[in-house]
């Protein structure tokens, strides 16, 4: 059946992009496109983003919100885009102020009206669902007296929006469900409200229900039983895909690993001044935020002489992890070339092709898309053993037949370098290393399968507000039916 979704998220790529949400929403959004699912995307506008614009209309939001306009038209390959302009949400970057990295003082101010904006454009379009990402589009629930059926994706719960109480009394609607001790939670009102939460792997989705996973949110995760699924994110396999990407010296396919990995190997070392003969070559792309295990990575600095490997490493981010990459690598007498000033997309491509291994000891993970490239372009990932790390990394020490990469056994400095230590020795051998990088290539990590899932909850979402029939369901069907999934709205 022909359905039509709203689609609500601070970042999708290329329109705005910070990190994997922008990448996860893009390729999802993309996928149903391709399916019988209408999307309207919702996004802040930033100022920056070229728009097709075929209408625009004043939002009907509150006094503190206005004036604000929603511009509708098509926009990054996307059919139907509506950006919220509201003076304060244009800045040069979407959450932190460039100079200092630190974020924008009038950050819960701005994802509000966002968030505002979302709820009046659902209001409007009343679409089938309501898609929201994370907290920045989470309080659009306490803007709306009768939501549609909605979903929650929640791609980290390391940022939830907390703020101060005085926000509750602006939310109209259910604003208890926003209260967290003496604040505001914004995604916790959207994990108590919506009819199904996504969580972007199947073990983030069992890791978040616990104390350690659930960042002081796991009992309320846990009290949504059912409603709360595990869908892997897709990559974008248009893009990285080493048959036809024009970033790299040869494209190759399954049959050629072998040459174009070497030749992509050769031309990253030149890059960086190297003549790496018979040094492993270790490649890190990742944002630099506590969550990526930054520590960890510069960590493995003083053993990469001992294990004749080189690291090149990508990434910008916090300014105390950029200066620890620096030091690291102006310490390691030339075996760590680091490049932190930017987000360079042809360089990551050149690293997924020209590395032996990718190395990404993330302290925690909900999904991860590094792996997923590396692996896309045959090289085999050396992961810490959380989120859906556990999802997309099979260790191949512990499945011989079938492993495609190395996961730690202990999720510190310790762990990383054993599991570095025993994926170099396998890369070592050729006949090993050929099958782990077939076997990691094989995968098919496009979106199709995950936008299918998708289209299962929100049928799930749908059905939840059915009308109950009461004249042919039992008394005990009625009772399943309200309370299935363990929600207490109704108690
Ligand atoms: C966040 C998570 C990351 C996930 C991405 C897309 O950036 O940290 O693990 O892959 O969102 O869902």
Redesign the pocket.
Known sequence: MSRHVVFATAEIAPLARV???A??ASGLVRALQRTDVTVTVVLPDYGDIELDEVSSWALDLPEWCRPARARRGSAGGFDDVILIDRPGLARPHPYVEPSTGEGWPDNDWRFMCFSAGVADVARTLDPDVLHLNDWHTSAALGFLPTPPPTVL?I??L?YQGICDSSWLTRLPFESWRFAWFDGCNPLLGAIRSADRIIA?SPNYAKEIVEPVGGMGLHEELARRGDALVGIR?GIDVGSWNPRTDPHIPINYGLEEIEGGKQAARLALSEEFGWNISGDVLLGVVSRLVD?KGVDLIAGLAPYLAGMKARMVLLGSGQANLVELVERAASDSKGRIAAVTDRYDEPLAHRIFAGSDLLIMP?RF?????AQMQAMAYGTPAVATRV??LVDTVIDVDRHRSTGTGFLTETNDLPGLVDATHRAIRSTRLASRRRLVQRRAMEIDWSWDGPADQHIEVYEAAIARRAPVDRTSATFASVETNVLADGDDSTL
């Open positions: 990190g994997g949400l990448e996860a994706t791609h980290t390391g972007v994110n969550q993330s993970e909900p999904c991860g898309l989120g859906g």
